[in-house]
């Protein structure tokens, strides 16, 4: 059984893809299958209010890949 990964919040520039980037792709193997999601508030943190904006990103996010059957998530911040 495979387990898939979301991996949220890369710090790279949006893509639009859902391959993470290949630092992350190089310790995945069979049993581990990540695919990024991409947050839909993507700001940099640079302000208490940015900050907040970019956490309320990242819940939104986990939201959407346990709402998609994701097995966990992998936030990077």
């Not at 943190?45 to 939201?63: K, M, N, Q, V």
């Given at each position: ?15 639009g893809s859902k391959e993470p980037p290949r630092e992350i792709m ?52």
């Amino acid at each position: 059984m495979t387990t898939r990964i979301a991996v949220i919040g890369t710090g790279f520039t949006p893509t639009g893809s859902k391959e993470p980037p290949r630092e992350i792709m190089a310790v995945a193997n069979g049993k581990y299958c990540p695919e990024l999601l991409e947050t839909k508030l993507s700001v940099f943190p640079g302000t208490p209010y940015e900050r907040g904006l970019t956490a309320l990103g990242y819940i939104e996010a986990g939201i959407r890949a346990q709402a998609v059957q994701h097995d966990a998530y992998l936030v990077f911040g």
